[in-house]
């Protein structure tokens, strides 16, 4: 029975149905991912939370290479008559920018922007490195922090400063350029759905929502729990705007000069907010193994009787696994199991091993997996294979269950009037035939409270624009968004 | 024989010992590590460049976390006021602040500095979660970008923004903190020896330059081939001061308040300017197999017969040792051997792997190692092996080398006038009997124009002081430093 010191620790958290956005507060929290920073909209990420970041970093990084990109790093701040160069670019992020106007004990000719993105410093080096044909494709990323001077901020997900990762690439043709901002949706989709657990809805987003300075942009769409939508990552074809802007030529093998097509790309810590709020419950977090900084806990259960025979074996056990998984082994005198419990769950660990003095005569251990799917006993011979099943089983619990929630939500409409029903009924994703105008974007957006997430690629469906009832190939999503 | 243009290739670089400078500034261009960015004192770390301090990093990080310490991520912006609740720090760094004073559209009514350095932000966090002596000890690190104002600059060793992990700790004792901060000199003498072989001496600052507001600080130094010694990493025990600005309090076990002791420790990009000037030659870099970017470069020797035997033989060899080794097959058909034979050097690969027609009927390959040590040729079915070998005789010859270099540069002088004739003679470390007292370091400094570097620790002989002959067990490194 749980004491009431243990009681206490779980009642802190409010319901995850009844008060979500508290909820998600108190376990960011509680499971010490992140906390608020005394600087205005800023936070701090805590050695919990930082860990996902790295495991995140990793295996993003990993597929950049192996789809042949590097990491460099350019400077944090950009002159303000850089960023002045591509018009929607400045139009786009200016309101946004948090300026350097005093350095040392003298007040600047020209202030300098703390980043909000680096295409404008980037392409001015990428003017100076591209001569020739032979010199491209560049294929760039950056792993770096970025500011953006926000009104209302939210842990995790919308903070003044937060870290991410920008690849910036130059291609000969637009062909090219279309095919890598593609290339990297794709391995965006592939990292979040197979690493982290989270089913997405993407393709490419309208006119009015891409990236200022962009000719299309796309983007992988999550759905929170209550049912509005999380844009978690965009990758843009940036045409030749920016090449122009910036100057950037290349001699081509037909010796004339050319300017090379851009793209960029880009996923941030905002995921870390998306993976708790997707998959967390009453109990606090659940990790999926694959991105879990922890990933199995051992937790001996001493009774004062047999203690060291238990804490021996809780030691064997761990020893055993240790090599191919992170494990952390609790043997913690000063703590109940059933405080240990708590803990773990909150810190969203999806393992626990569990030993006590009868399981060592059975020759037995138990495991709780996080995914609510219940206790069982293994035999101890069986420890090794059994370790490596039931995580795989845990991350493909927690994706299906997430697939279930999102494909539940998803409803289509064809008026505006079934739309709102629908909306109101189960708030999630509505796909609708769209003509393509601006006027009839402007109109549903305006009679639905909604915005535009973004158009599946590769349509071959026919139907009735919602609005103005012209024939046409394209649907679209849209929801309520973060 | 090289053609012209690859002579060219290596004309363009001054020699190393008649101009040292424009040497160093060549090689970084030359070998792409960095480049000038259009914004005052700021640097682009170039991909080859950003790889070294990749894997600098995770050389780095594997001690950290061998030691316990685990990473976080703290905001870049620092209140003004937070900076000045330590004295002795605000009065240190506020001349190299770099300040926000407007986010938006709205001037900042405090203005907000771009972190010189985190123990300001940190430690605010700190007094937030540190209550109890169970919370102690707090052993975290942090991978970061740095802005500080600088006067003059110069690729690498000293920009307006650069990257580095400071680690900062709490401890229940002086001593316990004190252990820490010798511990971590420790980890950056065995990395930098070790990994970049750099030798080095290394010791604690005098009280006039250790970091500001710190008890003591411990320090890393090297020595470069123009006899100038380069700081290349510090330790500091933090004492009580920061705990008390920032109200950190921990209730101990004997039920009573107290003040935890602290300590921060950096390691910087600069590190890799030290890289540099320490191993590199007349034709560019050298690299330490262990923190190079491309280990083994393969070149295949093509005379336009038999090309593709050749180069299916390197593809073979490439994929015998690609497993174990960074390596890098240079199979481009646009260039020559001797064009490509200069580039690698120009980029300080350790080892080069030649392979032509006549050596395939010979069953044997070529290498060339980086070191200077000469040609040699290898059976092929012994290639996995001697390339193990020959890649650890590389690191350790480079650090022999450097290692004779700095003793022969390092002398003794018990008058100002031998100090001041050995200095003319072979710039370098001069090592001297020190009283202690701020009166004979400031007349040693003012007639020698060198700075003191650092104490040896555990020093056992006597001798008399340099400036007033007071007897003392204390000796020191003087030198001038950049």
Redesign the interface.
């Known amino acids: 029975m749980p004491n009431d010191k243990e009681k206490e620790f779980v009642k802190e958290i409010p319901s995850k149905k009844d008060n979500f956005s508290d909820w998600y507060t108190s376990v960011v929290l509680k499971a010490e991912l992140a ?1 608020y ?4 909209g ?6 919990y939370g ?2 996902i ?2 495991n995140m970093q990793s295996l993003l990084d990993r597929r950049f290479k192996e789809t042949g990109h ?10 303000e008559s ?1 960023l002045q160069k591509e018009a929607e670019h400045v139009k786009g992020f200016s ?11 003298e007040d600047l000719t020209e ?2 922007a ?1 980043r909000p993105t680096s295409e404008a ?1 980037i392409c ?2 990428y003017s ?2 591209v001569k020739s044909y ?1 010199d491209l494709p560049v294929l ?1 990323n950056q792993w ?2 970025i ?1 953006r ?1 926000e ?1 209302t901020t939210r842990l995790f997900l919308r903070t ?2 937060f ?1 991410w990762q920008e690849g910036h690439t130059l291609h000969r043709t637009r062909e090219e350029a279309d095919e890598e901002a593609i290339k990297m949706l794709n391995v965006y989709v592939d990292f979040v759905e197979n690493e982290m657990a989270i089913p997405l809805v993407y393709g490419r987003k309208t006119e009015s929502e891409k990236f200022p300075g962009a000719l299309h942009t796309y983007s992988i769409e999550a759905l929170m729990p209550d049912g509005q939508a999380l844009q978690a990552g965009t990758s843009h074809n940036l045409g030749q705007f920016f090449s122009k802007a910036f100057d950037i030529k290349y001699l081509d093998d037909d010796n004339t000069e050319k300017f090379p097509w851009g793209t960029s790309w880009g996923i941030t810590t905002r995921m870390i907010g998306a993976l708790i709020m997707t998959h967390g419950d009453d109990k606090g977090l659940r990790l999926p193994p694959r991105i879990a900084p922890v990933q199995i806990v051992i937790v001996p259960i001493l009774f004062g009787k047999d203690d060291d025979k238990v804490i021996a074996k809780a030691k064997e056990i761990y020893e055993v696994i240790r090599k191919d998984y992170r494990v952390y082994l609790d043997d913690r005198l ?1 703590y109940t199991p059933g405080w240990k419990f708590n803990e773990w769950e909150m810190r969203g660990v999806p393992l626990r091993v569990e030993i006590g003095p009868k399981d060592i005569l059975k020759e037995q251990v138990v495991f709780v997996p996080r995914d609510g799917t219940g206790k069982k006993f293994i035999k101890e011979a069986e420890l090794k294979d059994s370790v490596g099943k039931i995580l795989i089983d845990i991350q493909n619990n927690l994706f299906n269950s997430a697939k279930q929630v999102l494909r539940s939500k998803i409803s289509e409409a064809s008026t505006i009037e079934e739309f709102n029903k629908k909306i109101g009924e189960i708030p999630g994703f509505i796909k609708v035939f769209w003509c393509g105008s601006q006027q009839c974007e402007n109109e549903l957006i305006d009679k639905t409270k909604t915005t535009p997430r973004c158009i599946p690629l590769d349509q071959k469906i026919k139907g009735k624009c919602i609005i103005c009832g012209k024939e046409t190939e394209t649907t679209i999503y849209y929801a309520r968004a973060y």
């Open positions: 906390d920073a005394p600087v205005r800023c936070m701090v990420i805590r050695p930082y860990k970041w790295e590097e990491n460099a790093y350019f400077p944090l701040f950009i002159p850089f309101p946004q920018v948090a300026w350097v106007t005093r350095g040392g004990d202030r300098l703390v410093i001015s080096m100076k490195w032979r760039i770096c922090n500011v001077w009104k003044t400063e870290l000063e």
